[in-house]
């Protein structure tokens, strides 16, 4: 089972759910840093990192002495990422999605492709959590490629452990790379008119995709009634509310799980790990 943890923004408390619900849910998880812009479960989980593997992405290298300046290669570029000054082809390797299309189009062979490393994936182990985690370069655009190589880094360990997926925040393509394909995605708001409005954002992202999913509320004792409105008008199930506790934040503060320092909140997550199953069973029963 592969559960998503998303949210329309950031701030409202997606990484704190993950974190804790690997730590109270199964016996044994594996869970997935996908947010690689910037990275923090490692803060709360604490793995051991082994050595990471860098991410490479396929740039073309031009070769003057063979180019006739036809200017095919930046017609196919889809992603402006080339321009022909007089028979000078510059290659603006930040907007490169590495598609290849310019190298295959090229009728002079002028083009070759060469790596480039943009980020990278880390593996380690917290207690019974097997963990993972994307981390790209520093100036770089590309988060989905580096979140695409942790999803496969993961789903080639042999063991059929339940995942957890941290997710980047929004509604974006990095977030749609790390939600697509999982079998249930819980996504964390807030009971405020904004909290709809990017719940509502996601929600159509998830229909689209065709991905299950549920709604827990964070400090669901502030704001309003709109986001509980919305999911009853949707028929989206609200898997949880959880109440405000300042020492949450404390806990986030001082990098430590609240599961493991409030003992109350590790039977509210494990009882969230169970709801999430229970749904996940019903979304394929339903399917
Ligand atoms: S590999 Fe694709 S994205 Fe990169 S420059 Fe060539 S056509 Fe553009
Ligand atoms: S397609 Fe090839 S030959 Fe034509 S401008 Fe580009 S690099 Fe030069």
Known sequence: MIVAVASGK????????????????????????????????????????????????PVPVF??????????CVEVCAYNALALVGRELMVFEGLCHGCGGCVYFCPEGALEEAQRVIGVVER?????????????????????????????????????????????????????????????????????????????????????????????????????????????ERGIPVLGRLPFDPRIGRCFNTGRPVVSELPVWRQTFKRLWRDIRDAVKGAGAGA
Request: charged letters at 20%.
């Open 10 to 57: 950031g701030g409202t408390g997606k990484t704190t759910v993950a974190t804790n619900l690997a730590l109270a849910g199964p016996d044994r998880v594996r869970f997935l840093d996908c947010d690689v812009e910037a990275p923090n479960a490692h803060i709360l989980l604490q793995p051991e990192l082994e050595p990471g593997t860098p991410v490479r992405l």
């Open 63 to 72: 070769n003057a002495a063979k180019c006739t300046g036809c200017g095919r």
């Open 124 to 232: 380690g182990r917290a207690g019974k959590v097997g963990f993972f985690q994307g981390r790209l370069n520093p100036g770089e655009a590309l988060a989905p490629p580096v979140i695409a190589a942790v999803r496969q880094e993961a789903a080639a360990a042999e063991d059929q452990l339940d995942t957890i997926v941290d997710c980047p925040p929004g509604t974006s393509c990095p977030a749609i790379a790390a939600v697509r394909g999982v079998d249930y995605c819980l996504v964390v708001t807030e009971p405020t008119p904004f909290g709809r409005h990017d719940l509502e954002a996601i929600v159509e992202v998830l229909n689209i995709l065709d991905v299950p999913h549920g709604v827990v509320i964070n400090r669901a004792d502030l704001g309003d009634g709109e986001v509980e409105g919305f999911c009853r």
